[in-house]
């Protein structure tokens, strides 16, 4: 089975401008959730997903949007980029929003690489 | 607010010891996750321990939880070089992670 994939892996911007980011979760899974991981710390919660519906917002400014499509899969998108966007983001899928049989596992991505110049 | 902390942040290991990585967390909750990071990649899934009194073991590796003391331990057994990578404690749905801790063990 594939796992999750995003795209692209790695992008290069400059400031200012926008950047779109995309995620295919597992087959059948219906949540999605998005990361930021700055070089050196923990990733940081940016949106969850489920069932196309936004069910979680983590604390980042308003630049930042998300949707999650018909199929599952997802966009991220950054508006006016700065310098401090650079990082790497992961998207993550689980199979239900709340499971308190698996514990809502979280099963993440390869990530892309964002570098603002 | 959730905070997560893990210590020690850095551990430098012999190989053939034993040793403990600590994951505290600030407020109730009833999941926790440890995940590993090598270089540059991805988060490989560890560990889901849902209750209290929770303990799993895979290879050189046992997580246990004690939701009482919102304390989590990754104890490491006669440490192997292919163990090296930093390892991430996470709490909660979305999950809160910890800052990890870069484990290498040397020969």
């Known amino acids: 089975d594939a796992g999750v994939t995003q795209s692209p892996t790695h992008l290069i911007k400059t400031r200012g401008q926008h950047v779109t980011l995309r995620c295919s979760p597992i087959s059948g899974h219906k949540s999605v959730s998005w990361y930021q991981q700055v070089l050196g710390q923990g990733p940081q919660f940016i949106f969850q997903y489920y069932e196309k519906e936004e069910r979680g917002r983590g604390n980042f400014p308003d630049r930042f949007s998300a949707r999650q499509f018909p199929n599952y899969s997802s966009e991220l998108n950054v508006n006016a980029l700065l310098l401090g966007d650079s990082a790497l983001y992961l998207c993550?899928?689980?199979?239900?929003?709340?499971?308190?049989?698996?514990?809502?596992?979280?099963?993440f991505g390869p990530g892309t690489r964002l570098t603002v110049l | 607010e959730l905070k997560v902390e893990q210590n020690p942040l850095f551990l430098s290991m012999q190989e053939g010891k034993n040793y403990t990585i600590y994951c505290n967390y600030s407020t109730t909750s009833d999941r926790l996750y440890w995940y590993r990071q090598d270089p540059g990649k991805s988060l490989e899934s560890l560990f889901v321990?849902?209750?209290?009194?929770a303990v799993k073991q895979e290879g050189r590796l046992m997580a246990s939880l004690d939701t009482k003391a919102r304390l989590s331990t990754l104890h490491i057994t006669a440490a192997v070089h292919d163990l090296s990578a930093t390892y991430f404690c996470a709490v909660d749905t979305p999950l809160v992670f910890g800052k990890g801790t870069r484990l290498s063990v040397i020969a």
């Open positions: 993550a899928s689980s199979s239900l929003f709340r499971d308190r049989v698996t514990g809502n596992e979280q099963f």
């Open positions: 321990l849902l209750s209290n009194g």
